[in-house]
């Protein structure tokens, strides 16, 4: 059984950082790629960034150039970098892992930018 747990949320002021972590148990075989997704209030959950087992990763137009994946060896923790961060950031973030054919998520961490 696999299982995302998130950490690293809270309140930060605009301009500001935060280190998300997403600590990962279970098999781990197959992995194909682990990721954040956000959701705000209202908006449909959307895609923050990704990293394949290739080390190709993407990112959303919003968050390039000021977030940044990052990733144990053994795929063990997925981290997310949140440099200069803007009201419109916040949101629930969500850890992502694609393992064979199956999606897995975490239970989310609030992240609150305020003006």
């Known amino acids: 059984q696999v299982q995302l747990v998130e950490s690293g949320g809270g309140l930060v002021q605009a301009g500001g950082s935060l280190r998300l972590s997403c600590v990962v148990s279970?098999?781990?075989?197959?992995?194909?790629?682990m990721g954040w997704y956000r959701q705000a209030p209202g908006k449909q959950r959307e895609l923050v960034t990704i990293?394949?087992?290739?080390?190709?990763?993407n990112y959303g137009d919003s968050v390039k150039g000021r977030f940044t994946i990052s990733r144990e060896s053994a795929w063990k923790t997925v981290y997310l970098q949140m440099n200069s961060l803007k009201p419109e950031d916040t949101a629930v973030y969500y850890c992502?892992?694609?393992?064979?054919?199956?999606?897995?998520w975490g239970q989310g961490t609030q992240v609150t930018v305020s003006s």
């Open positions: 992502y892992a694609q393992i064979g054919k199956a999606d897995y």
């Open positions: 279970g098999s781990m075989f197959s992995i194909n790629a």
């Open positions: 990293i394949f087992s290739s080390g190709l990763t």
